[in-house]
Nanobody, 127 residues
Framework: QVQVVESGGGLVQAGGSLRLSCVASGRAFIRNIMGWFRQAPGKEREFVAAITWSGVTTKYDDSVKGRFTISRDNTNDGSTVSLQMNDLRPEDTAVYYC??????????????????WGQGTQVTVSS
């Protein structure tokens, strides 16, 4: 079983920064790819970024490239995955979710490929 818990959301002005953190615990998924998704009101959940266990390979949606950075620290019992968000824009406003992929090799961008999800954390960017 895997538990995924996010933290770090909040309210920020456009151009500001926030750092989200996600603690994923559970040895069965320790090597799985971890990702961040977001969902704005009235919109579908969309891929933001993902990272492999080693941290060597990352993938970003085009809308956040150059502004967001995903990173990962692993322990024997799980991982802490962070999402550093800079130069935030009002269109970044959404509930952000951390999730554990079912696999360990290929980064997926579809939410159906992710098996375990956190409860979400709200990010609001004011103009």
């Amino acid at each position: 079983q895997v538990q995924v818990v996010e933290s770090g959301g909040g309210l920020v002005q456009a151009g500001g920064s926030l750092r989200l953190s996600c603690v994923a615990s559970g040895r069965a998924f320790i090597r799985n790819i971890m990702g961040w998704f977001r969902q704005a009101p009235g919109k579908e959940r969309e891929f933001v970024a993902a990272i492999t266990w080693s941290g060597v390979t990352t993938k970003y949606d085009d809308s956040v490239k150059g502004r967001f950075t995903i990173s990962r620290d692993n322990t024997n019992d799980g991982s802490t995955v962070s999402l550093q968000m800079n130069d935030l824009r009002p269109e970044d406003t959404a509930v952000y979710y951390c999730a554990a992929d079912q696999g360990i090799l290929r980064i997926h961008t579809k939410s159906e490929e992710y098996a375990y999800w956190g409860q979400g954390t709200q990010v609001t960017v004011s103009s």
